[in-house]
């Protein structure tokens, strides 16, 4: 009787029907080997003779490397290293490690596998999750020859991270060893592995003319995936598309914790209570590899602190592009009392949530005009720090009323849905119904922006001067990737404005049609629908509107917060702690103000840990085992999937039908020119209304009903699909496509 886990999980593996080197299993000191299965064959000359004790690949210890395992041995040498494996029982290395992890000596037995030696070009370990503590993200080391070689790091190896979520992968080497369908095929069959041996495998593996073989396959004794930590950036890449540098992330941290926590204030109402839940509301937000993301589990501890958390949560989940709309975490509990008093004071928020808004945005007003009263660059940085920590205050103390309208707007426009629905309804009549309720207050930056490049010839340049001041005054913030500190605005950067005006003069004749189209009024389309149906419609739309109305203002707000570091990092770089004032957005916000003695040194580690970041894939869900972690690599080497479906699908958001080139923006900040052409992009933010606007029509991968790509095409009249999987693995930029915004479909017609 096999007592080796080794020898017990490679039998499973093969009656599974993996793909296992013929083997046999001798299970004590014997010197009769003719029974021998593995030795029929006598083709086979050479073997692989590996030990398999009882504590050995178990669920507590692994004993990896700790064994001898003789490879190439021929039929004549089999006696002799079989006898040296049962011996290994005794070498010192192993009373070491028994006594480190408290397995008792006396009760270790040996079987000693004796397997066919396959002749491999390639072999390699495969994780089925990172060692490190990525659950979702499988490992291969790869080399050419022998594992031997590749576990002994005698062969050169190439390293692959796959995501099991993303279905994408990199890998850190010299070589690219694999191809992506040995990839795919490795995962398939670690798939198949797991669903015999669990989830968490160190599985060894050799390619012999193209087919993988399985040598042996074991628990990671140090993943246990009971309490994950779920990374996912489902709206959040909008506002924070590809790496944020660390003033950002720091900020943002503050930002959402402080928002948060008002929310908590406002609904729960009783200090002691959410004070016991900081924890929570302190880590709503996580970043890994300079990206930023939610903390998902906290945002549905969150959630279940409201009433109805089990009806609001599939709307959020809708109105977000949630994808993977499972969760887990338990339930948050709150005293009866003040559970019971929490139903009304989230009724009562919601009734109340218009007049809010409206508070809020004289507040912010405010706040805003006081801060371009008394701000300059002269102020010191301890003058800068007080006003930061002063507007902080008053804004953090009001801005959470904009989550309660976020959840106002999602909950009537999911109860709109519902009344649609149940009204008879179809997906599409729903879609087009619920697209035509917005009203922007973000397309007004555009339209003036629009209405200075159509009139530009007819003003003197003191005229245009001041309507370009004026535009900078009212609007200057609103830029490509806007909440992201580092990113340059018409405010901090003047010169951009005037490039963007040439942009649109360019086309004169385009300029004049978007000028016409963003001025006309038209008459409203008046539905039929009953009074509960156009109650909803309504207070849908009110939602929406203040939500961008907010949106804006919030740009203004992260303005004034750039503003403020921008001027901390001139007055360090004057004093020779930084090398130039943009390189404060390489520390956090309590070192941009407290500069640390080491800051050159540290901000030069910083940017070369950054641009790795950027070389890395944008995962959308990244699960932990405990903490999140960055990656660090000599080189990054990305893969980039080529899907080859001539046919895709999404959401359609604005009506009507385009076709012509595809041009896929990665970057909006170093966009390609594309007037004509139809954009293609993972997400939109806010900012890219300056791209979108020069369009024939937009699709991403990213996105609902409620996503600014969404609303800005709606307000722009170009076509909009939004929530395509696969996009930008299916198109690239040239490919001749057609997309239909009333069925969401999207065909490639041709590659150019």
């Known amino acids: 009787m096999m007592t080796g886990q080794k020898a017990i999980n490679l039998e499973k593996l093969k009656n599974a029907g993996i793909n296992v080197p013929e083997f046999s299993v001798v299970c004590s000191d014997n010197d009769d080997l003719s029974k021998l299965s593995v030795l029929e064959n ?5 073997f692989a003779v590996r030990s398999s004790a009882s504590a050995e690949d178990s669920d507590d210890t692994s004993f990896a490397g700790q064994f001898t395992t003789f490879l190439n041995v021929k039929r004549a040498d089999l006696k002799e290293k079989i006898k040296l494996c049962f011996d290994s029982l005794g070498d010192r290395n192993i009373k070491e490690y028994a006594l480190e992890n408290g397995v008792r000596l006396d009760g270790l037995c040996m079987d000693v596998i004796i397997q066919r030696m396959v002749n491999a ?3 390699g370990v495969m994780f089925t999750s990172n060692p490190q503590g990525l659950l979702n993200e499988t490992v291969i080391t790869a080399g050419r020859g022998l594992g031997e070689g590749v576990v002994s790091e005698k062969t050169e190896t190439s390293t692959y991270y796959y995501s099991t979520t993303d279905k994408l992968y990199y890998y850190a080497g010299k070589e690219d060893l694999l191809s992506n369908e040995l990839i795919e095929k490795l995962i398939d069959v670690s798939g198949k592995i797991k669903s015999v041996l669990g989830d968490y495998l160190d599985i060894e593996f050799a390619v012999e003319n193209g087919v993988i073989y399985i040598l042996q396959a074991r628990k990671i004794t140090t993943l246990s995936g009971e309490s994950p930590l779920v990374l996912d950036n489902s709206n959040i890449v909008e506002s924070y598309p590809g790496v944020s540098l660390p003033l950002t992330i720091s900020f943002v941290h503050m930002v959402y914790s402080g928002v948060f926590r008002g929310v908590c204030r406002r609904v729960v109402r009783n200090e002691k209570v959410i004070d016991q839940k900081r924890d929570i509301y302190n880590n709503m937000v996580g970043d890994a590899n300079g990206r930023l993301y939610y903390k998902i589990s906290n945002w549905y501890a969150a959630l279940k602190f409201l009433p109805f958390s089990g009806k609001i949560i599939p709307v959020w989940q809708e109105m977000l592009g949630v994808k993977a709309k499972s969760y887990t975490g338990e339930d948050v509990v709150i005293p009866p009392f003040v559970r019971a008093m929490s139903y009304i004071h989230f009724v009562s928020e919601l009734v109340n949530v218009p007049k809010n808004m ?36 008053k804004l953090f103390s009001v801005w959470d009323v904009t989550l309660i309208n976020d959840m106002y707007a999602f909950i009537f426009t999911g109860f709109l849905k ?12 729903i879609n087009e119904y619920i697209s035509g309720i917005s009203d922007i207050e973000s397309m007004k930056p555009m339209k003036e922006l629009i209405d200075i490049a159509c009139r530009k010839d007819d003003m003197s340049d003191s005229e245009y001067r001041k309507a370009k001041n004026d535009y900078i005054r009212s609007f200057g913030d609103r830029a490509l990737e806007e909440l992201k500190l580092e990113s340059r605005t018409f405010r901090t950067s003047p010169g951009l404005f005037d490039e963007r005006i040439e942009f649109y003069r360019a086309d004169k004749e385009q300029l004049e049609r978007l000028h016409s189209q963003l001025t006309e009024h038209g008459v409203a389309n008046v539905r039929k629908e009953d009074a509960v149906t156009s109650i909803l419609r309504r207070r849908a739309a009110l939602g929406i509107k203040n939500r961008e109305i907010s949106r804006l203002n919030r740009s203004r707000a992260y303005g004034i917060v750039r503003q403020i570091f921008l001027a901390a990092g001139k007055i360090a770089a004057e004093k020779g702690q930084i090398g130039s004032a943009r390189d404060i957005f390489y520390l956090r916000v309590d070192e941009a103000f407290n500069v640390p003695d080491n800051a050159k040194e540290l901000i030069e580690h910083r940017k070369e840990q950054y641009g790795l970041f950027a070389h890395l894939p944008a995962y959308t869900r990244l699960i932990f085992e405990k903490e999140e972690f960055d990656k660090n690599h000599g080189s990054v080497n990305l893969y980039k999937k080529k899907a080859s479906k001539n046919r895709l699908s999404g959401t359609p958001c604005s009506f009507g039908t385009a076709e012509g080139e595809a041009c896929v923006i990665t970057d909006a900040a170093s966009a390609d020119d594309i007037r004509g052409k139809i954009l293609i992009a993972k997400m939109t933010d806010p900012g890219w209304v300056f791209l ?18 969404a609303i800005i095409s709606r307000e722009l009249k170009i076509p909009s699909i939004v929530g395509v999987e696969g996009l930008t693995d299916t198109i690239r930029s040239g490919d001749h496509i057609r997309m239909d915004g009333s069925s969401g479909i999207i065909d490639v017609l041709r590659e150019e």
């Open 42 to 46: 006598e083709a086979t000359d050479l």
């Open 121 to 123: 070009e390639l072999s």
């Open 358 to 393: 409206i508070k809020l945005e004289k507040d912010f007003k405010a706040v805003n005009d006081d801060f371009y009263d008394r701000f300059n660059e002269s102020m010191s940085a301890q003058e800068l720090c007080a006003i930061f920590n002063e507007i902080k205050e």
């Open 418 to 429: 519902s009344r649609l629905k149940k009204l008879g309804k179809t997906e599409d009549q």
């Open 692 to 709: 979108l606007a020069a369009a024939k029509g937009v699709i991403s991968e990213k996105g609902s009903l409620l996503s600014h790509t």
